[in-house]
């Protein structure tokens, strides 16, 4: 359910989920041999080493003056660390490792400000009269620093996907739940309403609000995200040959980039899958993750198109009746019954595992085992009001250049599975824990 806010009060649980999120991340850096924390797994992304600094940078950015009243103790790593990079055009990061300061110092930088920060809090815990003055809630300004500190969870477990096997600690997979055997196949979606964003009063990120309902019209929907098995019967005819398929920014990008399978897969006798730790030969039952280029490319081969945000929430959240649920599953609670999230696992299970978590119509897996793209460019909704002491979080990225990806993966947290909860994403990127599904109208 949405956080509701408060100006004054810092709950424990607040201060709890900050330290749980912490070690979310703390663990993730651990799993990187250190020879290796100064290399660049995702080209368009910064190198491993920005990361360390980043996270405590953001949240002094974040709470420095708002709400400590600190001077900074170094300004340069405040601004050498304050903004991450997505590279729109082609181009890419050309830094070198000896560009960057070393491991120690920001070390001593991170470790610092975590100790700082962590004294205010206790201030303001207290009821400190600065913390009564604060410009904006405190329970807001600490949930943008939880749910940051979580997106970056996610973000470094994908980019950390990419380092090769042997720069890593490796750690043993769960086995994987039971699944059904299955036949892909569509569920028809009768006509309705959407209920998008978020009503002001509860904590979230300055695009989803306002709260409005769209009207849908009648569709089907895939009831499993497309399969790597689906994926392969769209290589084997040609998919990534025919440029027919493709839009022309999208043919451009693939050749290239020499795009020619999804970037999980790694081919020598047969087809393997780069888990996290491992090459597995390829689960053909699991969701494939592609690009929102490719994802639409295999739509249209399909004869099929991805669906709009509206639809997509109509599928997960509708029922048939006018009334509409928290989660495709009701309105309890997100647990590990109900899905493959909130970082329980590295990688995805089958598309037909967990059936507990489908929505009222019988759609499969719409929440965790990877995020889903749909043909919506990430635009605000009306009423939509910047964050003053985050102006750019969305706003620059309303360029119609990135799309909308509704769901979550196996490493996103429980608290943004909420309905409003929007993600989004350039069409070429191929690096996200991003899947799809199709709907014909």
Known sequence: MPVAEDHVEVSSGLLQRLSDARGITDRLFDIVKP??????????RHRIIFYIGHLESFDWNLLRERLLGLASFHPQFDRLFAFGIDPVGGGLPDDKPSDWPSMAEVRTYARRVREIVDEGFRDVASGSERAKAAEFPVSQLLNVAIEHRLMHAETLAYML?????????????????????????????????????????????????????????????????????????????????????????AWKWRLERDISHPSFWRRTDSWYLRTMFEDVLLPTDWPVYVSHAEA???????????????EWHRAAFGTERESERQYPWGNSEPTGEMGNFDFDRWDPVSVAAIPEGQSAFGVMGMLGNGWEWTSTTFQPFAGFQKFPFYPGYSADFFDG?????????ARTAACMLRRSFRNWFQPHYQYAYSGFRCVSR
């Not at 009207?215 to 990534?240: C, H, R």
């Open 161 to 249: 996907h990419q380092l090769p096997l042997d720069q890593k600690v490796r750690e043993a997979r769960l086995p994987e739940p039971s699944s059904q055997p299955f036949t892909p196949s569509m569920v028809g979606i009768p006509a309705g309403v959407a209920t998008l964003g978020l009503e002001r009063g509860h904590f979230g990120w300055d695009n989803e609000f306002e709260l409005h309902a769209e009207s849908v019209p009648p569709f089907a929907i895939d009831k499993y995200k497309i399969t790597n098995g689906q994926w392969l019967e769209f290589m084997d005819a040609g998919g990534y040959q025919k440029k027919d398929l493709w839009s022309d920014d």
């Open 35 to 44: 020879e290796y924390l100064y290399e660049r797994p995702i080209p368009e």
């Open 296 to 310: 639409s490319a295999y739509a249209c081969w399909a004869g099929k198109t991805l669906p709009t945000e509206s």
């Open 401 to 409: 250049k990135h799309f909308v990806m509704k769901g979550g993966s």
